[in-house]
């Protein structure tokens, strides 16, 4: 077993987060709908003030996995939390706790900042990552359905008179 790394994403990380996003569409059975560009990352990630960041897993050098998250808010904690959009381990590296250490990572930061909670969501066919997500004490929320707006819908509801 190699020995890896976690450290906080610079900009010349850039293109590999965006290489692993794409992989992880692949796995997720979507890739058409990554629209994500180099540009757009870069500008999210290492703005003035970002509201998104991003943690890379190395391996001898070679970035093997990512984390990006932002921060949330429950109001029956009354505290931030931290949304975890993606966590993402190359295949080859799988197994080596490298997922691991990219959610101890996210949990030091909740942590340290008094953040309540580090929640994320699971496609529910993924049972792998289901396995090893509650191997580590998380609690699948089972009775919360997730609701999305997007594209059209999402303009014809900012466009609706209030």
């Known amino acids: 077993m190699t020995s890896s790394s976690v450290r906080h994403a610079r900009p010349d990380d850039v293109p590999q987060i965006l290489a692993m996003i794409r992989e992880l569409a692949e796995y ?4 058409e709908a990554v629209i994500a560009t180099e540009a757009l ?8 003030q970002p509201a998104v960041f991003a943690l890379i897993a190395e391996t001898e050098g070679s970035t093997v996995g990512f984390a990006l998250w932002f921060r949330n808010f429950s109001t029956w904690l009354g505290r931030h ?3 975890l959009e993606d966590l993402y381990v190359r295949p080859e590296f799988r197994g080596q706790g490298i997922g691991k250490r990219l959610l101890v990572e996210l949990a030091r930061i909740c942590d340290e900042r008094g953040y309540g909670r ?3 969501w699971v496609l529910n066919w993924n049972r792998p990552a289901w396995d090893f997500y509650e191997s ?4 699948p929320m089972t009775e919360w359905t997730v609701h999305r ?14």
Do not use: Q
Request: hydrophobic fraction near 40%; charged fraction near 30%.
């Open 149 to 162: 707006v997007t594209g059209d819908a999402l303009r014809n509801l900012a466009e609706e008179e209030s």
């Open 81 to 83: 939390g931290v949304y």
């Open 118 to 120: 580090l929640e994320w």
């Open 28 to 31: 997720e059975r979507e890739p």
């Open 136 to 139: 580590v004490g998380a609690i």
């Open 41 to 48: 990352l870069h500008e999210s990630l290492f703005c003035e």
